[in-house]
């Protein structure tokens, strides 16, 4: 199999192509990190020079630097879903047969929202650590290189420092920027104070974030000068070849990479096959994929800053003061068909979309009319949670919910049941009010979240009438939705299913768009009532939390999916 690489819009090595005697070809289409296209366009380049042909059959690749984040609003819209923090891509952005992104959390993220999108292949071909970036004389004031510092350091930093300014590559657009959000998590820990000091961390992160990272590079002070180390940029999480590829520009004030304790999830670049291609495209695939396993590549890499799979560095690695001599090896991305491990071990969507849930409520403004379910039944213990029952969890999910949620957010209250108001199964707490100069009335809104004894559950009704209110009051540039949580069925004693459903495709409005989510709770719900009657609204989804106690983290997953501003 022989290999033309296109470089500039034209093909190089035609006549490769006239000379070998081929009996066919086909034109291969590579994406890739721009960090490691170069590396994978001088390996492709190699396997020419030296007569590659398997089977007679020639084949040109186009090798293109593609930002991942681009890549995956293009394979997202090829799906018709759309990924938390992410718009369209531009038109002239094609889903190629081979996408190299530079994390496996790419994929994990597309599977979750399109069931169908399972690449093959998924191994990585290169890694590099995520590491805390900091300026040297920073750094230095904190106990490094002789201080062993780990992510709870940093977290308390964050949240009680008013001396360091620390920023991040937003996380929806970012995977070293995921990666360091995740480990922040991780470092807090669990429970009321945990929740706390997250939110603090996401708060103080949010004030530097940039949407790409060469902005936030920038935001590194640009001279040795006191005051202006003191007023750039004090430490973000990035990876380590973003402190090779920033240094290698001899800055006046260079960066140091901190490993801090515990490891976190790596940028892993699988090589993922895209669903689509055909046998002839994926055998050449696989023929490229065989060629970046050799020891040219992985000395390709080394230039590139970045690490092979194993963790070891090619020739030529300049490797940050202070770095291991080998990081953690990578295996297969849990994002592909393919037998191994992953760089996310441990992780699942679930935790991905709960962190990205927790940065979009803080960081994106958003409209959103909160409905509580409070008929008898969630009055109904939960084992987990201590004995408190369902409404009590619920209580305690929402205060949690609403500390999250940043002032540029507007909320609403509503309660439901049967006879609520009237005869009406819902009656409104606090309508859709700005946080800025709400969060109070809110709050004490919370205490309402009490069950009817008896009470029934007028789900249909009240979805309908929510959909209405929050499409009525719509705004732009923020995402309008209703988020309602339920622990049973509709009481059938309103408007039917198809009557609901019916009348949600009629008023649903493209240039208005109402996102809803319902929060299941408990095992009483029926999903199957739930997805139907979701369906016709606009990205919306149904969530359920079979362990009521768990409501919390479902409700971040909630938030993080499919999240969009319109």
Known sequence: ?????????????YQQLSDSGCTG??????????????????????????????????????VTPVNPATMAAAVAGEHKVTLTGLGAAPESVKVPDVWVSDSSTWLLRLKNEAPGFVPTDGKPIATSPVVVAMPQPVAETIGWPNKKLGWKDLLGQLTTSTQMRTGIVEPTRDAAGL??????????????AAQSAKVGAIKALAQSSSALRDDLLQKFPHSADTNDIATSLSAAPLSEEDVVAYNAEKPPVPLVALYLDPSPMPLDYPYAIMPEVDLQKSAAATGLRQQLQTASFKNAL????????????????????????????????????????????GLDSNTINQALGGWAATTLPGRVLAVFDVSGSMLEKVPTAGGADRATVTRGAASGGLALFDDKWAVGVWLFSTDMDGKKPYKE????????????????????????ANGQTGLYDTLLAAYQNVQ????????????????GEDSKEGITQQALVTKLKAISDPKRPVRVVIVGIGNGVNRQELETIVKPTAAGGVFIAPDPAKIGDIFLEAIASRTGAN
């Open 429 to 452: 707490i606090v309508p859709i009010s700005p946080l800025s100069s709400s969060r109070q009335k809110l709050q004490n809104s919370i205490a309402q979240i009490k069950p009817k």
């Open 302 to 345: 080394a230039g590139a800053g970045l690490r092979s799979p194993d963790g070891s560095a090619g020739a030529g690695f300049s490797a940050p003061l202070g770095a291991p001599d080998a990081s953690p090896a990578v295996s297969a991305s849990a994002g592909s068909k393919s037998e191994g491990g992953t760089a996310a071990a």
């Open 1 to 13: 199999m022989a290999i033309v690489v296109v470089i500039g819009g034209s093909y190089l090595g």
């Open 25 to 62: 070809s086909v034109k291969l289409t590579v994406a890739a990190a721009p960090e490691i296209a170069p590396a994978i366009e001088q390996t492709a380049q190699k396997w020419i020079q030296d007569g590659a042909n398997v089977n007679g059959t020639c084949v040109a690749v186009a």
């Open 472 to 487: 009525n009051s719509w705004q732009a540039g923020k995402i309008n939705s209703v988020i309602l949580f339920t622990d």
């Open 179 to 192: 990666s360091g959000l995740l480990a922040l998590g991780q470092a807090a820990g669990t429970g009321a």
